[in-house]
């Protein structure tokens, strides 16, 4: 997402500061091994980022009651980035500085913002896992030290596309998808991509701002559904404006729409579909889901977990993971680790890092609204996938 105002100034001392301490290293004995965390909990991506961290924090826990990270306790170090490039790069380089031997760092949850990071990482040769970014191109931009704990958008608008061709039976769409920002562009494109491929025909695609959108919309043809690329912040606002404007089809989207307890804010609303990363609801029956869902209730009461909190949970799994496998926190030694890392069973799903790709292997799970409320309908491995 496109960041705020880069103006602002900070001082180092200030930054140092305002990281939050989220689990103590160990009395005595080895020191605890730190891993670092960008997460943001305010701006327009805490929706997802506030879960993630959650998550995050969750998973660190569990990790020190079996005994922590190769023997040694395990602190996180979480700070907000606020949705801002520049506050991201800063305070990255601040917990770098003050963190010697901390090799792996993780976070956000989108394109624009997870780079800012990651790449002042990478230049102090430190890797950055991202729980939620889901850009195919994101390896190539931080070549070697940037890897996704989730799919690539490239899988998600293929699973999409595959889902309403041969499932729901729809032959004709329309696509409307938010202009410079990262995720929602690449979304549409491979959406459109998938879906014609597989003999589905996109009759019309439009580009919208927030000062455009209501043109956008009653530029709107009748099409079987709407392929909406859209925001997080602004879900709820466009499909009730959708409504509004008399389109009764199925609306589709990614994961970007999925904004849990918001939907009760479109409690009418039972006719959208998107794909996402894991089922992690009340309804889900599956052993491991209703583990996660009974730590994190007791942890945090007033929380509900969704699918970004599972992902900022498997991520630090998955770094402890690594470093196990690696023996040693030595960044070349995790990293090396990291890249053959196979079979590892997380909450949203079996993650696995084959030929060499920053970006695991993972199925996608469809969901659908019903009644203002996420319910689950089936997880797709799609097979044909659009290149990055």
């Given amino acids: 997402m496109i960041g705020k105002s880069t103006s602002r100034i900070f001082r180092l001392a ?7 301490l989220v689990a103590t290293a160990c009395q005595g004995g080895d020191p605890s091994m730190t891993i670092g965390a960008i997460y943001n909990l305010s701006g327009d991506q805490k929706s997802l980022d506030i879960p993630s961290s959650h998550g995050a ?19 996180l170090l979480i ?29 956000m949850s989108d394109t624009d913002v997870v780079l800012a990071a990651a790449k002042v ?19 190539k931009e931080v070549p070697g030290y940037l890897f996704l704990a989730c799919y690539g958008d490239n899988v998600q608008a293929a699973a999409a596309a595959t889902f309403a061709h041969d499932e729901l039976k729809l032959k004709k769409v329309a696509v409307l998808y938010k202009e410079q920002m990262s995720y929602t562009e690449l979304l549409r494109g491979y959406f459109e991509e998938s879906f014609q491929a597989l003999g589905g025909e996109v009759i019309f695609s439009r580009g919208y701002t927030k000062a455009n959108f209501t043109d956008a919309v009653a530029s709107l043809p009748a099409a079987d559904f709407i392929y909406l690329s859209a925001s997080p912040d602004e879900v709820v606002s466009a499909v009730r404006a959708l409504r509004d404007a008399g389109f009764t089809v199925p609306i589709l989207s990614g994961d970007g729409f999925d904004i849990g307890m918001d939907w009760a804010n479109l409690p009418d609303e039972s006719n959208v579909y998107f794909t996402t990363h894991a089922d992690v609801s009340a309804n889900d029956k599956n052993a491991e889901v209703i583990a996660f869902r009974a730590a994190f209730k007791k942890k945090f009461p007033d ?18 993971a690594a470093i196990d496998k690696a023996g040693s926190s030595d960044v070349n030694a995790v990293k090396a680790a ?33 009644k203002g409320d996420e319910t689950f309908v089936r997880t797709i491995l799609p097979t044909d996938v659009p290149a990055p």
């Fill in 14 to 20: 200030a930054i140092l500061v305002g990281a939050t």
């Fill in 79 to 107: 700070e907000d980035g606020e949705t801002d490039p520049a506050v991201i790069a800063q305070k990255t380089a601040a917990m770098i500085a003050a963190n010697s031997d901390m090799p792996v760092m993780i976070g």
């Fill in 121 to 139: 990482a990478a230049r102090d040769k430190r890797i950055f896992i991202t729980s939620g970014a889901t850009s195919p191109r994101l390896p």
């Fill in 338 to 370: 990291l890249s053959t890392l196979t079979g590892f069973k997380g909450i949203t799903g079996e993650i696995s890092f084959t030929d060499g790709s920053q970006i695991p292997t993972k199925s996608v799970t469809i969901m659908k609204v019903v």
């Fill in 303 to 320: 929380a509900e977990p969704d699918a970004f909190a599972a992902l900022g949970y498997d991520t630090v799994k998955l770094v402890a």
């Fill in 57 to 75: 924090r969750l998973a660190i826990d569990e990790i020190n009651a079996a005994g922590g990270i190769l023997g040694r306790q395990a602190t």
